[in-house]
Nanobody
Framework: QVQLVESGGGLVQPGGSLRLSCAVS????????MAWYRQAPGKGRELIAT??????????PYEDSVKGRFTISRDNAKNTVYLQMSSLKPEDTAVYYC????????WGQGTQVTVSS
């Protein structure tokens, strides 16, 4: 059974930073591309960043609104993928999820990020 457990979200002021983590169960982790998605209130879930299995380069472009502010990385030894977010804006407020890219049908619970003063 696949488990995706996101953590690291919270309330942060505009301009602040957060680092999200996603712990993944399953031996498939190191051979698959991973991604972060987010779902803002009243909107659908959107893909924002992806990373190749080896993590040497994110060859798939970041979503335009997060370019230069968000960085995806992974540690295959820990079955964990990370999202470093900086210069956060109120429009980054959303529930953040990780999943394989393309995604599995099962999702984790996500982690809430709220950017507000």
């Amino acid at each position: 059974q696949v488990q995706l457990v996101e953590s690291g979200g919270g309330l942060v002021q505009p301009g602040g930073s957060l680092r999200l983590s996603c712990a993944v169960s399953g031996t498939w982790f190191s051979i698959n591309a991973m991604a972060w998605y987010r779902q803002a209130p009243g909107k659908g879930r959107e893909l924002i960043a992806t990373i190749t299995p080896t993590g040497r380069a994110s060859i798939i472009p970041y979503e335009d609104s997060v370019k230069g502010r968000f960085t995806i990385s992974r540690d295959n030894a820990k079955n964990t993928v990370y999202l470093q977010m900086s210069s956060l804006k109120p429009e980054d407020t959303a529930v953040y999820y990780c999943n394989k890219q393309p995604p599995l049908k099962d999702w984790g619970q996500g982690t809430q990020v709220t950017v507000s003063s």
